[in-house]
Nanobody, 132 residues
Framework: QVQLMESGGESVQHGGSLRLTCEAS????????????MAWFRQAPGKEREGVAA???????QYYGDFVKGRFIISQEAENKVYLQMNGLEYEDTAMYYC??????????????????????WGQGTQVTVSS
C-alpha cells in the first residue's frame, strides 16, 4: 500500500515562491513493471478540486493545468519523491494542495492526469496561503 506524504506548504507573500514535496513510501520502481503517475491537485474553499501538475516517475514529460502558465514546475527528485516548485504565487493559488498517485504501465503513464477519480492514493494535504 503506497502512502503519500506532502510537505512544504506555508503562508507566503504575493509574488513569492514555495516548493512542495511529496514522498511515496512503500513503493519501489525497481521491482515493478508499473510506475507511479504522481500528481498535485488543489482545492480552495468553495471551489472544486483541480489538477495542478503531474509526471510519470522515470519519464520525461510533465503535465500542467492551464492556470499554471509557466509559474510551476513539477520534477522528480528521487525514486519516490517529487517536487512542485511554485513561483510568482498569486492570491488565487491559496488552497490545500494534495499529492495523488496511481500505478500505471509505460503506455498509460499519466493519461488524463487531471481526473482525480482515477488516483488510488492520496496524501493528507498541505496548506498554501498567499497573502499581501
Amino acid at each position: 500500500q503506497v502512502q503519500l506524504m506532502e510537505s512544504g506548504g506555508e503562508s507566503v507573500q504575493h509574488g513569492g515562491s514555495l516548493r512542495l514535496t511529496c514522498e511515496a513510501s512503500q513503493y519501489s520502481s525497481r521491482t515493478s513493471y508499473q510506475k507511479l503517475c504522481m500528481a498535485w491537485f488543489r482545492q480552495a474553499p468553495g471551489k472544486e478540486r483541480e489538477g495542478v501538475a503531474a509526471l510519470y516517475l522515470g519519464g520525461s514529460s510533465q503535465y500542467y493545468g492551464d492556470f499554471v502558465k509557466g509559474r510551476f514546475i513539477i520534477s522528480q527528485e528521487a525514486e519516490n519523491k517529487v517536487y512542485l516548485q511554485m513561483n510568482g504565487l498569486e492570491y488565487e493559488d491559496t488552497a490545500m494542495y494534495y499529492c495523488a498517485a496511481v500505478l500505471r504501465g509505460p503506455f498509460e503513464r499519466c493519461g488524463s492526469w487531471y481526473i482525480g477519480g482515477q488516483y488510488s492514493y492520496w496524501g493528507q494535504g498541505t496548506q498554501v496561503t498567499v497573502s499581501s
